[in-house]
């Protein structure tokens, strides 16, 4: 794990923190040894962001400034990560230090190869099924144009890195959007928006008086302000897990994650169905999609009194579910 490398390298004294200030990209809210004096902690997703909030570190969405030191922590998706490499490559500059960390399932080993392509003096550490890496920008800065392409889908929606479906519209929500609950009318809100497509299909109904766009991802939050143009919409950086608007929906549209690492975990998909029962109006309505193989009809079925399925395609399956029950909207708070 980041943690106990990053924690093993420095007390081994095979890794020093160089005089100055340290940029932190997405580490993990466990991590130790990090520099608490002058340190700038970077990260998008909302979870982790407060769980170091509560740890009593100020964290961000967004870097500022230059650095002598930037540790990336490798993230899942590919993409993410080399464009995290090349921020942090810019931020510090020739001679500065880019300490990377991750883990072989995150896909370490293909950034450790990028980053001995760009660095100078590097030296790689092997522990915890994962590797600690640390090298200097070389004078003249490598080109990073190359680790950061356009971010625009081949259907010319604005999209994220950071989050879910980064590189084109995913045939789930696409499917939903083909099916949205009839009359979908009122307080409308899609629990983890990402960058804003079934939002957009939803603000296509003249009879949707406001759309709230839930999303634990930073980036993908910040492209779906470009994408959703409407003065019906907010753009809230929200847990759904914890999310609290202190009111209740006519209709909620989702799309749930089932994970956060390459291993799935169904029970993030539960989390959002409980979330929506507790945030739902007893006459709303929500509509979902899901992957076909994932096991939420008993989830469903415990929160809501109707589920119907509407149809399956693509792999995926689409329900309308409505009254919501109390026992499912209690687990959720």
């Known amino acids: 794990?980041?943690?106990?490398?990053?924690?093993?390298?420095?007390?081994?004294?095979?890794?020093?923190?160089?005089?100055?200030?340290?940029?932190?990209?997405?580490?993990?809210?466990?991590?130790?040894?990090?520099?608490?004096d002058r340190v700038q902690i970077v990260h998008g997703f909302r979870p982790?962001?407060?769980a170091w909030e509560r740890r009593g570190a100020l964290v961000q969405p967004q870097a500022d400034g230059a650095f002598a030191t930037a540790l990336v922590c490798v993230p899942r998706a590919k993409d993410h990560a080399r464009a995290l490499l090349a921020e942090a490559i810019g931020r510090v500059g020739p001679g500065g230090l880019i300490v990377l960390d991750g883990q072989k399932t995150d896909g370490v080993d293909s950034l450790v190869k990028l980053a001995k392509s760009l660095l100078t003096g590097v030296e790689?550490?092997?522990?915890?099924?994962?590797?600690?890496?640390?090298?200097?920008?070389?004078?003249?800065?490598?080109?990073?144009?190359?680790?950061?392409?356009?971010?625009?889908?081949?259907e010319g929606w604005v999209t994220a890195r950071a989050g879910f479906s980064a590189g084109a519209v995913d045939a789930g929500s696409a499917l939903l959007a083909a099916h949205l609950p009839a009359r979908l009318q009122g307080d409308v809100l899609d629990l983890g928006a990402g960058w804003g497509y079934l939002a957009k299909a939803a603000l296509a109904s003249g009879?949707?008086?406001g759309m709230d766009?839930?999303?634990?991802?930073?980036?993908?939050?910040?492209?779906?302000?470009?994408?959703?143009?409407?003065?019906?919409a907010r753009f809230l950086w929200e847990d759904a897990a914890v999310f609290a608007p202190g009111k209740r929906y006519?209709?909620?549209?989702c799309n749930p994650p089932f994970h956060t690492s390459r291993k799935a975990d169904p029970a993030i998909g539960h989390m959002f169905l409980r979330t929506a029962a507790r945030l739902l109006k007893p006459s709303g309505v929500l509509g979902l999609v899901a992957n076909r193989h994932l096991p939420y009809e008993h989830t469903l079925a415990e929160c809501f009194g109707e589920a119907q399925p509407v149809t399956e395609a693509q792999g995926y399956k689409i329900f309308h579910a409505r009254k919501p029950r109390q026992t499912g909207a209690a687990r959720a708070s």
């Open 48 to 50: 982790d962001v407060t």
């Open 213 to 232: 766009l839930v999303e634990a991802e930073f980036d993908a939050l910040e492209a779906a302000r470009r994408n959703v143009d409407d003065p019906r």
């Open 124 to 154: 790689v550490y092997a522990k915890a099924h994962g590797k600690l890496l640390w090298g200097r920008v070389p004078d003249p800065l490598p080109d990073l144009a190359p680790l950061t392409p356009p971010l625009t889908s081949p």
């Open 1 to 36: 794990m980041t943690a106990q490398r990053l924690r093993l390298a420095l007390d081994a004294g095979l890794l020093k923190w160089p005089d100055g200030p340290v940029l932190a990209l997405r580490p993990p809210p466990g991590l130790e040894g990090l520099p608490e």
């Open 250 to 253: 006519d209709a909620i549209l």
């Open 207 to 209: 009879q949707v008086t």
